[in-house]
T-cell receptor
Framework: GQQLNQSPQSMFIQEGEDVSMNCTSS?????WLWYKQDPGEGPVLLIA?????ELTSNGRLTAQFGITRKDSFLNISASIPSDVGIYFC???????????FGKGTRLHILP | DTAVSQTPKYLVTQMGNDKSIKCEQN?????MYWYKQDSKKFLKIMFS???????INETVPNRFSPKSPDKAHLNLHINSLELGDSAVYFC????????????FGQGTRLTVV
């Protein structure tokens, strides 16, 4: 079945640093989504991408839909303490509503 | 107003019991989902309903039965609960057909003892 490989699995950074994470797949996706999950909460949508090559920003967050349609990345600039959490990529393909999630990138900010 | 609300938030129950989790969305979306998140935080789709009709049914034991009385509600009933069913269950909804963005509820943490 389809799988998403999300990396890195964890990141430990200093406040103010930029962050980059990505997702790759052996299959083509028509939609790439990036979510953030805080402890005890459900995932919240950060950015949605629907077109190959699309580059979209949401504040300090920027995400791109890879040209091959098999990958996407998320960058966070100038990280702040509230950026801590788990970031998930998700991909959708075909005519059904199924969205597959990556295994998440756990972002930790060192004091 | 909460967009996707599910109840209860926590559920502790004994093996063998039957339990239900309820979900309601007030976004006017046509599609609703149930996801399971395991202890490693891996999110896996279980079911998807579009306008009260089942459209995705992943490989889930038939002890799990979703029910959609109307397009704003998707409940999950679980029979004969097992220890391995312990997880966080998320309800979500999305605007229409095709893989569009999903909006998630806060989750129900099910613990089977």
């Amino acid at each position: 079945g389809q799988q998403l490989n999300q990396s890195p699995q964890s990141m430990f950074i200093q406040e103010g640093e930029d962050v980059s994470m990505n997702c790759t797949s052996s299959s083509i996706f028509n939609t790439w989504l990036w979510y953030k999950q805080d402890p005890g909460e459900g995932p919240v949508l950060l950015i949605a991408l629907y077109k190959a090559g699309e580059l979209t920003s949401n504040g300090r967050l920027t995400a791109q839909f890879g040209i091959t349609r098999k990958d996407s990345f998320l960058n966070i600039s100038a990280s702040i303490p509230s950026d801590v959490g788990i970031y998930f990529c998700a991909g959708g393909s075909g005519g059904d509503d199924k969205i597959i999630f990556g295994k998440g990138t756990r972002l930790h900010i060192l004091p | 107003d909460t967009a996707v609300s599910q109840t209860p938030k926590y559920l502790v129950t004994q093996m063998g019991n039957d339990k239900s989790i309820k979900c309601e969305q007030n976004l006017g979306h046509d599609t609703m989902y149930w996801y399971k998140q395991d202890s490693k935080k891996f999110l896996k789709i279980m079911f998807s309903y579009n306008n009260k009709e089942l459209i995705i049914n992943e490989t889930v034991p038939n002890r799990f039965s979703p029910k959609s009385p109307d397009k704003a509600h998707l409940n999950l009933h679980i029979n004969s609960l097992e220890l391995g069913d312990s997880a966080v269950y998320f309800c979500a909804s999305s605007p229409g057909t095709g893989p569009t963005e999903a909006f998630f509820g806060q989750g129900t943490r099910l613990t089977v003892v």
